[in-house]
């Protein structure tokens, strides 16, 4: 038998662009918008869901899927707030992969749920490169980050469609420039919505939230 | 033709281990300690070593390699201190194959390292599975980012044999409790060394650089 040679990455990449697409015909039958939240680890994904939760109430039903390499700390803060959640612990996977995916679509009740988070695995690589369906792809950076990241990992921001800046209470005592990480936000994607939050003190929010209801009132019309 | 079936996963981890031993035996014949330096992404590991260069100065040799996936900035900062660094980018690899590693440290008069600090790319999965033959694996830590988060990444924890918990001065005005971080990280790794240190201050910073130069007496005896 000869040597074989199998083109690996193309076919992973194949693969994910075709569960992709079958997540993304899961979320328009239940007319649902997907929110794929990628960041750092510890950038405040999980509390700026818990502030995306008390924003929404009474005008969007909210469902999480939470996507960590280990433990279900950050579903259990989420249930305590009273919304479907669904834990994916990846153990190796830098990101959260289609198929587990699919499977925690499958124990929530999706027919009540008009926007979905998924909170993925905390990784500003590989989490860029797994499309997941999403109608929105939210990369959050927290003003203790350093202002250069969009610079440093331009395929995470030129593929998310907004940006939330986290924890700006912090500003004061930190060396962050917003106007440096905006101007190069912006260069690597024009379009890229921004927005500045704190869900310390809760500045910011709101508005995060009115845009992801707008995108859900447009996407069932 | 039938199928065939390749343990891809296997393969690359016995390469991966091979090149590891490669680049000890480089790090052992130029008498200098090798240290893999990994955290997530804005934790301040250029920071951190710029204040290492500064604490070490007259006593150990410094050189640095930078890995990011895209950019020379951190070389750039890197530079104005006057060592040697050599900035690697990754484009889609979270982490340092051991390959680029080996073809930076040809671009460096290695006989005349005493300490040769690797910073990794900044991610907190991918790296803690690919050594790079160093002699200490050093895990940073910010303040900012969580206090759980050992608990989350379990195995960059537990290979790292030194913790240095990050912005420490930033403690006033966040939610992390160094105790709880503490305790897990000596759940999942008895033996690790904590520093406490903040670059803005310098506080625990003349420690940290005491246990590297230590540690590379330790090595050439």
Redesign the interface.
Known sequence: ?GN?T?P?GQAVQQSAEAEADILKGVFAAHRLLAVNLVS???SGKTTLIEALIGALAGRKRIAVVEG????D?DAARIRKHGVQVHQIMTR???HIPPFMLREALGRLDLGSVDILVIEN??????PA?IPLGEDVRVVAL?V???D??P?????IFRTSSLLALT?I??LP??RFDVGNVETAARAINPEVGIFRMSSVTGEGIAAFADRLAALHDAKVG
Not at 68 to 71: H, K, P, W
Not at 151 to 155: A, E, G, I
């Open positions: 038998m074989v199998i690996v750092s680890p510890g960590d390499v280990e433990t700390i190796s996977s830098c695995v905390g990784n500003l690589v590989c490169e927290s203790t980050e350093g250069e990241k610079l440093k990992y331009p395929l924890k209470d912090l005592y930190v």
